[in-house]
């Protein structure tokens, strides 16, 4: 729907532009024409992928919670999408949490004797760059449909790895804590002021409404990776401290009291080189445990493979190793579960990059993953038995035990797009994007499924040649491994050849906006091409490193007026700019940043000199603004009364001064027109989830938000909307009759100053931008 009236209004525009005899009309008549004809209000609207053709794979998912009771209810979350219910075991989804204050989700429980008592955990426990902080619990009492939120002040800037929920009295429930993830520590917590705050195991019996921390005995400053309850004896509780670069503390501890005390278990366990623990629990034979223990990772995430999954049979005072394979690759900090049959307690399964299943208590395991996607975060059974599982790509239903499997991605938009989003120049329903573990994709139509997979591993930056889009380029992780395609994104071909040196994961790239032969690519130095276009692309450094000397090149832009000044943002602090193909000279250090790829510049296309800059990061100036191309260090902040919340892009809406700014934050979607001294919320609909990048056509009325974790969205940037207030209204048609000039007449004196009424850019304000603004109009007089 959208599409079609975007392309109904470029239509009506270009016939009302072509027309050399234009009546008069008077004011009087346009009064009767606008009253005629209001549309609807403007809202964000999704355009995918939910999910990705072919294997039809969506976004991460981090946790499920079946019902206990209804074999077809469940509840699961998004990494960064939020919760979504399900009352078809997967047929049908319902997103449930768009309007909360984040969509970041690491644990999720139901009451077992009410299934419409729902806790989210928020916060994504997964210790990844992308496992953003959280911002407290959830409670919804009805269905997922209400929520409250509690315990933001305790627990705001860290993350959710297990809720438990005591069967017999379920006003008391057990979390397990951790830090936000990253590399380097904690970059996922974009210095939230409280992401260093207490850890480890915290209890509430009042339903979640307060919690205490529980320290006898167990450590309250390491992250607690799991927590396991015996469900015929509510008292005992197991905690796994997996703090995931190592520490001698780290371990199984049990408690007999309800958390009042805890004993560390020894019995067989590895004591060192220990990071990451899960942990399950066999529900009909409660002594009989099952822990996996990853390595300890390396600062930079290496190392954590899987050194063992261990079976108790004896409640914890014993261990056995059933040496399982290393199903973690180096991976064990992010990928990591256990969990039990609740019938059979020989039957497990254990993730990793695989999924493992035992069937004899761990005498021998399996790979199971089957036609899943790989990756594994999440593993439960539903109330009629069946093994439900989450992973990077969705979620997962198994009717034998995981045998085989079934994927129930339809409808459930999680996708995580990185920056580097692109549009085709001629067709503008034709996109390309990377996303998190599923790849380069490609828009080709505009059904919620109408993208494809056309480079595999974790996909980054793209970018289409505006003057013949049938070049187009993609990546996927590390060095070099940039692909080009010559058919618009059908094939791809290698085409990084040349290129060296350290990367931020998913290096940045520009393609110049008005020589589609010459592109930069980021490194921890500059690389060019001249030739983008040529049978082989030959890449020469152009600078030297551009960093403190550890990190890499994670932003960079053209100016669209003068591609010879660059933009370059590292990510570790610096900003560095080249004027004029003058020398690249560092304007600012220290800027806290993401490890991994932004689109943090804003170039005003009339003028390259000038340019906002978006921080994501908290308690800082997340939106700073230029006029000197940085000369000198030359940045003001424009934050006015925008939140304090991280800021990943910037973009501009030229068609007034002071321009429309608009950024894209761990919060939705925020606007300036008076140059930053107020923001505002933008739009309705958009759930409240990371937007990461944004590309702009305000000529043909759009802007699209990439997010991590709800897939790109749309919203229509109605011409005539001169207020900025979301609709085409009386206030607007006010400041249209001061600009109406007749035909062939410039806009008439009274216009108010930085009003552009002349919205078929013809020089004149005349009945051909009366009828454009009557097409939007969208408010009664």
């Excluded at 928020?122 to 509690?150: C, M, P």
């Excluded at 800082?620 to 934050?639: D, E, H, R």
């Excluded at 699209?704 to 207020?723: E, H, I, K, N, S």
């Amino acid at each position: 729907m959208v599409v079609s009236i975007l392309r109904h209004r470029m239509i009506a525009r270009r016939t009302l532009a072509a027309r050399s005899c234009k009546p008069r009309v008077s004011l009087a008549a346009l009064s009767v024409l606008v009253a005629a004809g209001p549309l609807s209000a403007v809202d964000w609207q999704p355009i995918g992928p939910a999910p990705i053709s072919g294997a039809r794979y969506t976004g991460r998912v981090s946790a499920i919670a079946p019902s206990e009771s209804n074999a077809n209810l469940y509840y699961v979350a998004g990494a960064d999408g939020g919760v979504w219910r399900t009352a078809d075991g997967g047929l049908t989804w319902t997103p449930l949490t768009d309007h909360m204050p984040t969509n970041a989700m690491g644990a999720l429980a139901v009451d077992p004797g009410n299934d419409q008592i729902v806790y989210a955990g928020t916060g994504e426990a997964n210790f990844a760059n992308h496992s953003r902080y959280g911002l407290g619990v959830y409670k919804s009492i009805d269905g997922g449909n209400t929520w409250t939120q509690y315990a933001e002040s305790t627990f705001a800037g860290r993350c959710f790895s297990r809720i438990r929920i005591n069967p017999q009295n379920t006003q008391i429930l057990y979390a397990s804590i951790t830090r936000a993830g990253g590399f380097p520590e904690m970059a996922a917590a974009r210095g939230h002021l409280q992401a260093t705050g207490p850890l480890g195991i915290f209890k509430s019996i009042d339903g979640g409404q307060t919690w205490i921390q529980l320290t006898n005995g167990i450590p309250g400053n390491l992250s607690a990776t799991d927590i396991a309850m015996d469900p015929t004896n509510p008292n005992v509780l197991y905690a796994a401290i997996g703090h995931i670069f190592g520490d001698l503390a780290n371990g199984i501890y049990k408690s007999v009291d309800g958390g009042a005390s805890w004993t560390k278990l020894a019995g067989g366990l590895p004591t060192t080189g220990v990071g990451r623990i899960s942990i399950g629990l066999a529900p009909s034979l409660p002594s009989r445990l099952y822990a996996q223990f990853a390595g300890a990772a390396t600062s930079t995430g290496g190392n954590a493979s899987t050194l063992n999954i261990y079976r108790s049979d004896d409640a914890g005072l014993t261990w056995t190793p059933t040496n399982p394979p290393s199903h973690q690759a180096t991976y064990g900090w992010y990928l990591s579960l256990v969990t039990v049959s609740p019938t059979d307690p020989d039957l497990a399964f254990a993730g990793g990059l695989d999924l493992l299943r035992t069937t004899n208590g761990g005498g021998s395991w399996g790979i199971v993953t089957g036609g899943q996607h790989v990756d594994f975060h999440a593993c439960e059974f539903d109330a009629a038995g069946r093994v439900l599982s989450g992973n990077d790509g969705g979620f997962y239903v198994s009717a034998n035990n995981g045998t085989n499997w079934t994927v129930r991605n339809e409808g459930l938009g999680l996708i995580q797009f990185y920056a580097g989003l692109s549009v085709d120049s001629l067709d503008e329903s034709k996109m390309f994007g990377g996303t998190q573990d599923n790849g380069t994709i490609r828009r080709t139509g505009t059904a919620p499924d109408a993208w494809v997979q056309v480079i595999g591993g974790d996909g980054g930056y793209t970018g289409v040649n505006q003057q013949d889009p049938n070049y187009v380029w993609g990546e996927f992780q590390g060095t070099a491994n940039l692909y080009r395609s010559t058919n618009g994104g059908l094939n791809f071909n290698s085409a990084g050849g040349g290129i060296t040196g350290r990367n931020c994961f998913l290096p940045p790239y520009e393609i110049d906006p008005l020589n589609g032969n010459h592109m930069i690519y980021g490194t921890e130095r500059l690389f060019e091409t001249t030739n983008a276009t040529a049978p082989t692309v030959t890449w020469t450094a152009i600078t030297g490193d551009l960093t403190t000397g550890t990190g890499a090149i994670n932003g960079l832009a053209f100016a669209p007026s003068n591609p010879q000044t660059i933009y370059v943002m590292t990510n570790d602090g610096n900003v560095v700019v080249s004027v004029g193909g003058g020398p690249f000279n560092i304007s600012l250090a220290g800027v806290p940043t993401w490890p991994r790829t932004m689109r943090p510049f804003a170039v005003d296309p009339g003028a390259d000199l000038t340019c906002h800059l978006a921080v994501g990061w908290f308690g800082v100036n997340q939106v700073l603004k230029t006029t000197t191309g940085g000369a000198g260090g030359a940045w003001s902040s424009v934050v006015g009364d925008l939140p304090d919340v991280p800021v990943h892009t910037v973009t501009l809406d030229t068609r007034r001064s002071p321009h429309v700014v608009y950024a894209g934050s761990d919060q939705g979607v925020w606007r300036t027109h008076d140059g930053g001294v107020s923001w505002e919320r933008f739009g309705d609909g958009l759930p409240n989830t990371p937007v990461i990048d944004f590309r702009i056509r305000a000529d043909r009325g759009w802007l699209r938000a990439a997010t991590q974790g709800r897939g790109v969205w749309q919203v229509t940037l109605y011409p005539g909307d001169f207020d900025f207030d979301g609709d085409v209204d009386l206030s607007d048609f006010t400041q249209f009759q001061l600009c109406f000039g007749g035909s062939n007449n410039p806009p008439a004196p009274t216009c108010p100053p930085g009003v552009d009424a002349d919205l078929d850019d013809d020089g004149d304000v005349d009945l051909a931008d009366f009828l454009i603004f009557q097409q939007n109009f969208t408010g009664s007089l």
